[in-house]
C-alpha cells in the first residue's frame, strides 16, 4: 500500500501566534532538514512516514521544535501521554530513581518494582490479582497467547485453538501479527497458525438497522462462531480470546451485545477472555479500561503505552492461577520491571488518582464528541462518522467528490493542521484520530478542535 507522501520541500506558511500555539518558521523547517536526512540514510524507512516536525521537547499538551514553534498535541504519542508529556511528577521520581544509582537490576529484585505492583492490583479491578512486567506492548499480547494455551493445555492437550478479529493492532511479532489475521502484514512469515482463527470484526457499518428492530449483534457473533464450527473447529480446542478493546485505527467500539455474547460462549466452553488494553487502557476512553464499557468481565489483561506515560513497560494481569502457570524462571524478559520503567510508572498511577483523570477524560471527552458531532453535520461530504468514547474520537474521512472513505484526503488534513500547530494522530488510513493528553485544559482543547475545523476547510478549499 503506497502511503501519502509529506512534504519536505520547506512550504511557507502563514504566521501563527496564539496562547497555545505558535508557527513562525516554513514547515518543515529548512535546518531540521538534515535530521531526516540523516535518519533516511541510516535507519529502516519501517519508522518512517510521520509527520515532518523534529520534537525537540514535549510538555503536557505542547510538542516544541528548536525553532521556536509550538504544537498543540492531539496524539498523546499514540495515547501514552495520558498524564501529559514530562509530566513533573514522573520526571521527580526519575530523577529520585538516576540519582539513587539504580538503573537495572534485571530479573533481581528490587523495592520499587514490589511498590509499583502492589499499587497497580490495589487499583485495578478484583480479578487482576497478579502481574507480570514485560518492555514492549506486542512481548505483553504474545505473553498474553502463551499463558492462554498453557492454561487450555493443562484441561487437554488439543486445548490451543485462539479466537481473535480480523485487523485488530496487537502489535509486530510474529504471534501478534497471525492473530490480526491480515495476511498482507502476515505475509512475511510464510504461513498461519492453523490454530489460531481471526473472525470478521464486527464494523457497524457492515449491517443496516432494520425500522424499529435494533440489529441482533449478539446473534451476529453466534453466526461468526458457528461458521468456525462448519469448517470443522472443535470449540472445546479453543483456549482463548483476544480482543483488541476497540480496533485501533478507527476507535471503533464492538456493539456491547457482540462481546456479552462472546463472554457467555467462552464461559460455556471454558474459554478465557483477554481484552488488549494496550492503547485504550488508563482513562483514555473515559473508564479505567475499555472492557468495562462493555459490562463483562476478562480473565487477563494487557497494558502498556499509558501505563508508564513515559518510559517502555507494559504487562499482563490477570488471575492468580493463571499468571502463575509458566514455571519459576520461565517467562521473563532482560528489561521486565525495569527500577526506572516501575519508578516512572508509580508516579503515573498516583498523577492519575490525583488529577482525576478518569473523569476529565470522560467529560473533557463530551465537549471533544459535541464538537465533532456538530463537524460532521456541518461537512457531511467530508466525515462519514465520528468513532470513539471520552478522550478519545477518531474521525472518518470521505472524499466529497466521490463519497469514498480516502486516506489521502484524511493525510492531507493531518499536514495542514501541522502546518497550523496542531498535531494530529496520522493514521495513515481513511481515519484521524485525536487523543489530547487527559491535562489538557478545555481552551487549549477548544482552540485546537477549531484548527482542525480550519483544516478541512482549508483543503477543501485546495481540491475544488
Ligand atoms: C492495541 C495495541 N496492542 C498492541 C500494540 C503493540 O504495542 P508496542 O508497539 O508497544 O509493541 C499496540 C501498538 O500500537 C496497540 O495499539
Same mark, same amino acid.
Given at each position: 500500500m503506497?502511503?501519502y507522501?509529506?512534504i519536505?520541500?520547506?512550504q511557507?506558511?502563514?504566521f ?20 531526516f ?12 512516514g ?6 525537540d ?12 514553534n509550538?504544537w ?10 495520558n498524564i ?5 511528577m ?11 544509582? +539504580? /538503573?537495572h537490576?534485571?530479573?533481581f529484585a528490587?523495592?520499587i518494582? @514490589?511498590?509499583f505492583l502492589? %499499587?497497580? $492490583? #490495589?487499583?485495578t479491578p478484583?480479578?487482576c490479582e497478579k502481574a507480570?512486567?514485560l518492555s514492549a506492548g506486542t512481548?505483553?499480547t504474545?505473553?498474553?497467547?502463551k499463558l492462554m ?13 485462539i ?5 485488530s493492532?496487537?502489535g509486530?511479532?510474529?504471534?501478534a ?10 505475509a512475511?512469515i510464510g ?14 457499518? +457492515? /449491517? ?9 449483534? @449478539?446473534e451476529?457473533?453466534? %453466526?461468526? $462462531? #458457528? ?8 470449540f ?7 480482543i483488541?478493546s476497540y ?14 455474547a462472546?463472554?457467555i460462549?467462552?464461559r ?5 477472555v ?11 476512553s ?8 462493555y459490562?463483562?468481565?476478562p480473565?487477563l489483561i ?12 507494559s ?8 499468571m502463575?502457570?509458566?514455571e519459576t524462571g520461565s517467562?521473563?524478559?532482560t528489561?521486565?520491571a525495569?527500577?526506572?520503567c516501575?519508578a516512572?510508572?508509580?508516579a ?7 488529577k ?5 477524560s470522560?467529560q473533557k471527552?463530551e465537549?471533544l464528541?459535541s ?5 460532521k453535520?456541518k ?19 470521505t ?15 493531518c499536514e495542514?493542521a ?7 494522530v496520522?493514521?495513515g488510513r481513511e481515519?484521524?484520530?485525536i487523543?489530547?493528553p ?12 477549531a ?5 478541512i476547510?482549508?483543503v477543501?478549499?485546495?481540491e475544488?
Amino acid at each position: 500500500m503506497t502511503g501519502y507522501n509529506f512534504i519536505y520541500v520547506p512550504q511557507k506558511v502563514s504566521f501563527v501566534q496564539t496562547k497555545y500555539r505558535t508557527i513562525k518558521t516554513k514547515i518543515p523547517v529548512p535546518e531540521s532538514l538534515v535530521v531526516f536526512k540523516d535518519l533516511k540514510e541510516y535507519e529502516s524507512r519501517s519508522m518512517h512516514g510521520q509527520l515532518p516536525i523534529v520534537w525537540d521537547r514535549a510538555e503536557d499538551f505542547q510538542v516544541f521544535d528548536k525553532y521556536g514553534n509550538c504544537w498543540i498535541d492531539f496524539t498523546s504519542t499514540i495515547f501514552l501521554a495520558n498524564i501529559g508529556h514530562s509530566n513533573p511528577m514522573v520526571i521527580k521520581a526519575l530523577q529520585k530513581q538516576l540519582n539513587h544509582k +539504580l /538503573v537495572h537490576t534485571y530479573t533481581f529484585a528490587h523495592e520499587i518494582r @514490589a511498590k509499583f505492583l502492589k %499499587k497497580l $492490583i #490495589e487499583i485495578t479491578p478484583r480479578f487482576c490479582e497478579k502481574a507480570f512486567l514485560l518492555s514492549a506492548g506486542t512481548e505483553a499480547t504474545e505473553c498474553a497467547v502463551k499463558l492462554m494455551r498453557m492454561h487450555g493445555q493443562a484441561i487437554k492437550p488439543s486445548k490451543i485453538g485462539i479466537i481473535s478479529f480480523q485487523g485488530s493492532m496487537h502489535g509486530r511479532t510474529m504471534g501478534a501479527e497471525m492473530l490480526k489475521g491480515d495476511l498482507g502484514t502476515s505475509a512475511w512469515i510464510g504461513y498461519m497458525d492453523p490454530n489460531m482463527y481471526p473472525l470478521p470484526f464486527p464494523y457497524p457499518w +457492515l /449491517v443496516e438497522e432494520s425500522a424499529g428492530y435494533p440489529y441482533d449483534w @449478539a446473534e451476529h457473533f453466534r %453466526k461468526d $462462531i #458457528e461458521t468456525l464450527h462448519k469448517k470443522g473447529v472443535n470449540f472445546d480446542d479453543i483456549c482463548g480470546f483476544m480482543i483488541e478493546s476497540y480496533q485501533g485505527w478507527g476507535a471503533i467500539f464492538y456493539p456491547k451485545a457482540n462481546i456479552q455474547a462472546l463472554a457467555i460462549f467462552a464461559r460455556e466452553h471454558g474459554i478465557l477472555v483477554t481484552f488488549d488494553e494496550i492503547q485504550g487502557g488508563f482513562g483514555r476512553s473515559g473508564k479505567l479500561f475499555v472492557y468495562q464499557h462493555y459490562d463483562v468481565e476478562p480473565d487477563l489483561i494487557c497494558l502498556g503505552k499509558a501505563l508508564s506515560g513515559s518510559l517502555p513497560l507494559s504487562a499482563v494481569i490477570g488471575r492468580r492461577e493463571i499468571m502463575d502457570l509458566p514455571e519459576t524462571g520461565s517467562m521473563s524478559s532482560t528489561h521486565s520491571a525495569n527500577p526506572l520503567c516501575c519508578a516512572a510508572a508509580l508516579a503515573n498511577i498516583e498523577e492519575i488518582a490525583a488529577k482525576n483523570l478518569i473523569e476529565e477524560s470522560a467529560q473533557k471527552g463530551e465537549i471533544l464528541h459535541s464538537y465533532l458531532d456538530k463537524l460532521k453535520d456541518k461537512y457531511p461530504d467530508h466525515i462519514s462518522c465520528i468513532l470513539g468514547k471520552g478522550l478519545l474520537a477518531a474521525i472518518i474521512v470521505t472524499n466529497p467528490k466521490n463519497h469514498k472513505q480516502d486516506r489521502f484526503l484524511a493525510s492531507r488534513i493531518c499536514e495542514k493542521a501541522m502546518q497550523k500547530g496542531l498535531l494530529l494522530v496520522h493514521t495513515g488510513r481513511e481515519s484521524i484520530k485525536i487523543g489530547p493528553p487527559l491535562t489538557i485544559s478545555e481552551d487549549a482543547l477548544d482552540e485546537g478542535l477549531a484548527v482542525f475545523e480550519e483544516s478541512i476547510c482549508d483543503v477543501d478549499r485546495e481540491e475544488s
